[in-house]
C-alpha cells in the first residue's frame, strides 16, 4: 500500500486560523501541509510554486477573493483539488464556489479528523459538502427545478443511453470525470464527451442540476 502523503496547502487571510488548520492536520495520518497564502493572490503564486493535492481556500479575503482565485488555478491546471472552508453558508457562495470547480464547500466549525477525512476523499475523487451545506443546496437545486413535471424527469432519464446512464448515476454520487474514467474504464476525454451529451439530453447547466434530476429520476 502507497505511503504517500497527500500535500496540502491552506489559504485564509487570518494567521491564527492558517497556523491552527495546519497544526490540526499535521498530526492526521496521510497529510503533510506545505504550504500556507493569506490572500487568493497570494494562494495563486503558492499553488503554482508548490503544485499540492488539495487546496484548502477561504472565501472572504483581502487583495483576491477565495472564488476568484479558484478559478484562475483551475483555469491553468484544470485538475486541482480545490475544498472552499468558510464560515459563510450564504446560497450565493455556495452556488459560485461549485460552478467555478471547487471540489467541495465545508464549514470551519468541521472537527479536525473530519476535515482529515474530507481532504482525503476529495483526493479520491469524492465530492465534499458539509450537511448543512448540502441541505441547502439540495433546496436551491429544487427549487429551479420544481416547475418541471416530475415524470419529465423520468422522460428525459430515458432518452439517454446505457453508458450515459451509468455515468448519470456516478454523477450523483459525487464522483469526478477522472474517478467515473476508473470505474467505467474509459479516458477522462470519453467521460468528458460523455457527461456533454447527457447535460446537453437532459437540460441541465452543471453536474448538480444533473445529479437532482438523477434523483428524482430514481437513480439516486
Do not use: W
Not at 42 to 67: K, S
Not at 96 to 118: P, T
Amino acid at each position: 500500500m502507497s505511503t504517500d502523503l497527500i500535500k496540502v496547502i491552506i489559504v485564509d487571510d487570518q494567521a491564527l486560523v492558517r497556523e491552527g488548520i495546519a497544526s490540526l492536520l499535521a498530526i492526521q495520518p496521510g497529510l503533510q501541509v506545505i504550504g500556507t497564502a493569506e490572500n487568493g493572490e497570494q494562494a495563486i503564486r503558492v499553488y503554482q510554486d508548490l503544485r499540492p493535492d488539495v487546496t484548502l481556500m477561504d472565501i472572504r479575503m483581502p487583495v483576491l477573493d477565495g472564488i476568484s482565485a479558484s478559478q484562475a488555478i483551475l483555469k491553468e491546471a484544470p485538475n486541482a483539488i480545490i475544498l472552499m472552508l468558510t464560515t459563510l453558508e450564504d446560497e450565493e457562495y455556495i452556488v459560485k464556489s461549485l460552478k467555478c470547480g471547487a471540489r467541495g464547500y465545508l464549514l470551519k466549525d468541521i472537527l479536525a479528523a473530519d476535515l482529515a477525512q474530507a481532504v482525503r476523499l476529495a483526493y479520491h475523487g469524492i465530492f465534499q459538502l458539509a450537511p448543512s451545506v448540502a441541505g441547502q443546496l439540495i433546496n436551491i437545486s429544487s427549487e429551479k427545478e420544481k416547475t418541471i413535471p416530475k415524470n419529465d424527469y423520468t422522460e428525459r432519464i430515458t432518452d439517454l443511453t446505457p453508458r450515459e446512464l451509468d455515468v448519470l448515476k456516478l454523477i450523483a454520487t459525487g464522483a469526478t470525470n477522472k474517478e467515473i474514467a476508473q470505474k467505467l474504464y474509459l479516458s477522462e476525454g470519453t467521460v468528458k464527451n460523455i457527461v456533454s451529451n447527457i447535460f446537453t439530453c437532459l437540460g441541465a447547466n452543471d453536474r448538480v442540476q444533473a445529479a437532482i434530476i438523477a434523483i428524482h429520476g430514481g437513480l439516486g
